[in-house]
C-alpha cells in the first residue's frame, strides 16, 4: 500500500510514534507500506527530516520519491535519503511524436535507476506504445489510466505480478 506523506506531516513529531501505532494495532507488516514522498518534501535538507525518513525507512517502511524529473529532480536526493522506490513522472512519458531525445533520456534513467538496485515506477501509462516501451525497459511497476481509472477501495481487486500479457494488457483475478 503506498501512502502519500507531505511536508508538512513530516514536521509533526508524533509522525514515527503514530506509525508505529497504525502497524501495531492493525496487525500490517511493514514491508507492506510504502511512503510516497515528493521532492519538494526533500528540499528541507535538513537533518530533522532526514533523520525522519530514516526511521520509516529504519521500521522496515519502504520510501518512493514520487513525480521524478519534474522540477526539482536531483540525483542527491537518492544519495543523501533512504530511497527504495523512484515513480518517473508522466511528463517523462514519450510523446506522439517519438521524440528521440526524450526516449533516450528515460533510458538513460531507468537503467542508471535499475543500475543503483532502485525499483521503478512509471507514472502516465496511457497508451499500449507507453506499455511496450516500459516492458522493454523492464520497468517493475506502471501506473495509468492505460491500466485503470483510479477505483473506490470497494472497487479493487487483488492482482498478481506477472498479471500483465506483454501483448495484451490484460488483467486477470487472483485468488
Same mark, same amino acid.
Not at 15 to 40: D, V, W
Not at 48 to 71: M, V
Not at 139 to 167: H, M, N, T
Given at each position: 500500500?503506498?501512502?502519500?506523506?507531505?511536508?508538512?506531516?513530516?514536521?509533526?513529531?508524533?509522525?514515527?510514534?503514530?506509525?508505529?501505532?497504525?502497524? %501495531? $494495532?492493525?496487525?500490517?507488516?511493514?514491508? !507492506?507500506?510504502?511512503?510516497? +514522498?515528493?521532492?519538494?518534501?526533500? #528540499? @528541507?535538507? %535538513? $537533518?530533522?527530516?532526514?533523520?525522519?525518513? !530514516?526511521?520509516?525507512?529504519? +521500521?522496515?517502511?519502504?520510501?518512493? #520519491? @514520487?513525480?521524478?524529473?519534474?522540477?526539482?529532480?536531483?540525483?542527491?536526493?537518492?544519495?543523501?535519503?533512504?530511497?527504495?522506490?523512484?515513480?518517473?513522472?508522466?511528463?517523462?512519458?514519450?510523446?506522439?511524436?517519438?521524440?528521440?531525445?526524450?526516449?533516450?533520456?528515460?533510458?538513460?534513467?531507468?537503467?542508471?535507476?535499475?543500475?543503483?538496485?532502485?525499483?521503478?515506477?512509471?507514472?502516465?501509462?496511457?497508451?499500449?506504445?507507453?506499455?511496450?516501451?516500459?516492458?522493454?525497459?523492464?520497468?517493475?511497476?506502471?501506473?495509468?489510466?492505460?491500466?485503470?481509472?483510479?477505483?473506490?477501495?470497494?472497487?479493487?481487486?487483488?492482482?498478481?505480478?506477472?498479471?500483465?500479457?506483454?501483448?495484451?494488457?490484460?488483467?486477470?483475478?487472483?485468488?
Amino acid at each position: 500500500m503506498a501512502i502519500n506523506l507531505s511536508p508538512i506531516q513530516l514536521l509533526d513529531e508524533q509522525l514515527i510514534p503514530h506509525i508505529k501505532y497504525c502497524l %501495531s $494495532e492493525y496487525g500490517i507488516s511493514a514491508e !507492506t507500506i510504502e511512503f510516497e +514522498l515528493t521532492e519538494t518534501a526533500l #528540499l @528541507d535538507n %535538513s $537533518e530533522k527530516n532526514k533523520q525522519k525518513i !530514516t526511521e520509516i525507512s529504519r +521500521l522496515g517502511c519502504k520510501i518512493a #520519491l @514520487d513525480d521524478f524529473g519534474t522540477g526539482f529532480s536531483s540525483l542527491s536526493h537518492l544519495h543523501s535519503f533512504p530511497i527504495d522506490t523512484v515513480k518517473i513522472d508522466k511528463s517523462l512519458m514519450p510523446t506522439i511524436d517519438g521524440n528521440d531525445f526524450s526516449n533516450r533520456l528515460i533510458c538513460g534513467l531507468v537503467v542508471m535507476l535499475h543500475y543503483l538496485k532502485l525499483n521503478v515506477v512509471a507514472e502516465g501509462l496511457e497508451t499500449q506504445e507507453h506499455l511496450t516501451f516500459c516492458q522493454s525497459l523492464n520497468i517493475e511497476r506502471l501506473q495509468g489510466y492505460y491500466l485503470s481509472k483510479p477505483l473506490p477501495a470497494s472497487e479493487v481487486e487483488v492482482f498478481k505480478a506477472g498479471d500483465f500479457l506483454s501483448d495484451e494488457c490484460v488483467l486477470k483475478k487472483s485468488d
